[in-house]
């Protein structure tokens, strides 16, 4: 009897964690990590944005068959990410600013010519006001992330901050 008992409990544990680890960003989580980045460049943080959000998880369930990134013509500035499963929209957020290290903001270009940090000056762009952000789970197994911002930012001759 004992035994079952304490197998039961760790199986309820075992559950729980499980789902912890698997649990989807909340949208402060998401704000705190973007609006950490935004800090570090002066831009005024960011808030949630339900629309947005919406918005984004349409985007996001619609792409969600083939996984594929396509960032076709939004009304909004977006990012988008395609992640391991078990990686949330922050660590997609983490990812998008270390592109930080790939712009020159003398010069307003990603070093080296090319995209290699658009996705950075989305995140910090001070042109943005709200951010809504959703996932959706692949047929590959990967998550495909988008985050949508009103305004947009990341404006071609314009510098993020």
């Not at 800090?39 to 947005?52: F, I, K, T």
């Not at 013509?73 to 988008?80: A, K």
């Not at 080296?112 to 943005?128: D, E, L, P, R, T």
Request: net charge neutral.
């Amino acid at each position: 009897m004992l035994f079952a008992k304490l197998f039961l409990a760790m199986c309820f544990m075992t559950l729980n964690l499980s789902l912890l680890s698997r649990a989807t960003d909340s949208p402060n989580d998401i704000l705190k990590a973007h609006n950490k980045y935004r800090a570090e460049v002066g831009a005024p943080p960011l808030d949630w944005d339900d629309s947005l959000a919406t918005y984004a998880q349409e985007y996001a369930d619609k792409t969600k068959v083939n996984c594929e990134m396509n960032d076709s013509i939004q009304p909004y500035g977006v990012n988008l990410a395609s992640l391991s499963g078990k990686m949330s929209i922050t660590d997609a957020v983490k990812y998008w600013a270390a592109e930080k290290y790939d712009y020159d903001h003398a010069s307003n270009t990603c070093k080296g010519g090319g995209f290699a940090c658009i996705h950075y000056a989305q995140v910090v762009s001070k042109a943005s006001f709200s951010v809504g952000c959703a996932e959706a789970k692949c047929a590959n197994g990967r998550k495909y992330v988008v985050c949508n911002y009103n305004p947009p930012g990341n404006i071609e001759g314009q510098k993020p901050y």
